[in-house]
């Protein structure tokens, strides 16, 4: 069945910080790639999504390309700010064959980053 | 402001009783989700619904029930035969396009239900 592996948490950056967080997955067809944010005691965001192989899906300084060669998804930022403290779960999602859409989200386990001024 | 509600933000359940979860969207989108959260296991999928009054169970439906009357509402229940029900829930919807590929579409989430038995 379809599966996503994040990197082991937590990760502890200081501000400034360049920040990685490895996501591979496997899935058979053509998934859909998404990364949520979700800060403490709250729902998950939409941070960034792909939906093809070499899209690069970017925002709030966020960045993650999809590479199919490689399966992968990784979350990169340039430099982390406290505010950026939060979990990060790494997404896959596809449509059924045969024309009937069932979008069913497959979430990695998580990663907890902490960011110390 | 449109957006997906979720009630009660904290729940106490004695062991034995069952107990209902609420979620309501205003996104006028056709497929809602349940999913379970515990600590280190990311999230699993209980039930999903794609149109009204039809559901499916996921990956952990066991000890879950739901209903789907309203396009609007997707209400979770979750009852004795759970045995171990504490966990965060959270419920999220989406547009269902269809196609091979998927469209480019996202899930929403609400703000979640942290249940606790007592």
């Known amino acids: 069945g379809d599966s996503v592996t994040q990197m082991e948490g937590p990760v502890t950056l200081s501000e400034e910080a360049f920040l990685t967080i490895n996501c591979t997955y496997t899935a058979t067809g053509y998934p859909s790639l998404f990364w949520y944010v979700q800060y403490p005691g709250e729902g998950l965001q939409l941070l960034l999504k792909a939906t093809k192989a070499d899209d690069k899906g970017s925002n709030k300084g966020f960045e993650a390309t999809y590479r199919k060669e490689t399966t992968s998804f990784h979350l990169e930022k340039g430099s982390v700010q406290v505010s950026d403290s939060a979990v990060y779960f790494c997404?896959?999602?596809?449509?059924?064959?045969?024309?009937?859409?069932?979008?069913?989200?497959?979430f990695g386990q998580g990663t907890i980053l902490t960011v110390h001024p | 402001d449109g957006g997906i509600t979720q009630s009660p933000k904290y729940l106490f359940r004695k062991e034995g009783q069952n107990v209902t979860l609420s979620c309501e969207q205003n996104l006028n989108h056709d497929a809602m989700y349940w999913y379970r959260q515990d600590p280190g296991q990311g999230l699993r999928l209980i039930y999903y619904s794609q149109i009204v009054n039809d559901f499916q169970k996921g990956d952990i439906a066991e000890g879950y029930s739901v209903s789907r009357e309203k396009k609007e509402s997707f209400p979770l229940t979750v009852t004795s035969a759970q045995k171990n029900p504490t966990a965060f829930y959270l419920c999220?919807?989406?547009?269902?396009?269809?196609?091979?590929?998927?469209?480019?579409?996202?899930?929403?989430f609400g703000q979640g239900t942290r249940l606790t038995v007592v």
């Open positions: 999220a919807s989406s547009i269902e396009l269809g196609g091979v590929p998927p469209m480019n579409t996202e899930a929403f």
């Open positions: 997404a896959l999602r596809k449509g059924a064959a045969g024309g009937t859409s069932y979008g069913k989200l497959t």
